[in-house]
T-cell receptor, first 112, second 109 residues
Framework: SQTIHQWPATLVQPVGSPLSLECTVE??????LYWYRQAAGRGLQLLFY??????ISSEVPQNLSASRPQDRQFILSSKKLLLSDSGFYLC???????????FGPGTRLTVT | RKEVEQDPGPFNVPEGATVAFNCTYS??????FFWYRQDCRKEPKLLMS???SGNEDGRFTAQLNRASQYISLLIRDSKLSDSATYLC??????????FGTGTRLTVIP
């Protein structure tokens, strides 16, 4: 069966510091991968998605970036965090042959 | 206009009650529809897909009205464990999903 991992689970970072969040998927090949952010009391905002290695589409212009160095690895980065980057970051995968997405446990980021 | 709109609730219902959530979507080209469940401070989990003919999974029934661009979820015989936020989800373009902000349900003993 497929599993999706995210780390770290929680993170507290100062404004202006860099960020790297990692997501890996097991048990499937060539998944579509997604990064979402959920601010407190808000809906899910799609940040990036990827249909293959090195292929990244950005949905919202901001100080975040994403990379997919391997088929089942998706990384979310920032060079300098802003207070507004605080939130719950969720990675998701879908098989590509259907639309359902399956989420990892998320990383709760607080920028201070 | 938002892609997906839901009544945020909260819905507070007693155990054993039947509760219904509604959702409207704006993109008439959307092809697939889902309900997700999200527990407090957890990730969303797929509850069920929604098919044009309507579908049922145990105590849960989902229905789709394409003409009205309307989706519903009915929960019968509510359990305490049903307490969560229910997200209405529709497809956009390029494998993307649009999530509603969710309807919060609390089942009271």
């Amino acid at each position: 069966s497929q599993t999706i991992h995210q780390w770290p689970a929680t993170l507290v970072q100062p404004v202006g510091s860099p960020l790297s969040l990692e997501c890996t998927v097991e048990g499937t090949s060539n998944p579509n991968l997604y990064w979402y952010r959920q601010a407190a009391g808000r809906g899910l905002q799609l940040l990036f998605y990827s249909v293959g290695i090195g292929q990244i589409s950005s949905e919202v212009p901001q100080n975040l970036s994403a990379s997919r160095p391997q088929d089942r690895q998706f990384i979310l980065s920032s060079k300098k965090l802003l207070l507004s980057d605080s939130g719950f970051y969720l990675c998701a995968w879908s098989p590509g042959t259907s639309y359902e997405q399956y989420f990892g446990p998320g990383t709760r980021l607080t920028v201070t | 206009r938002k892609e997906v709109e839901q009544d945020p609730g909260p819905f507070n219902v007693p155990e054993g009650a039947t509760v219904a959530f509604n959702c409207t979507y704006s993109n008439s080209a959307s092809q697939s529809f889902f309900w997700y469940r999200q527990d407090c401070r957890k990730e969303p989990k797929l509850l069920m897909s929604v098919y044009s003919s309507g579908n049922e999974d145990g105590r849960f029934t989902a229905q789709l009205n394409r003409a009205s661009q309307y989706i519903s979820l009915l929960i019968r015989d509510s359990k305490l464990s049903d307490s969560a936020t229910y997200l209405c989800v529709v497809t956009g373009g390029a494998n993307n999903l649009f999530f509603g902000t969710g309807t919060r349900l609390t089942v009271i003993p």
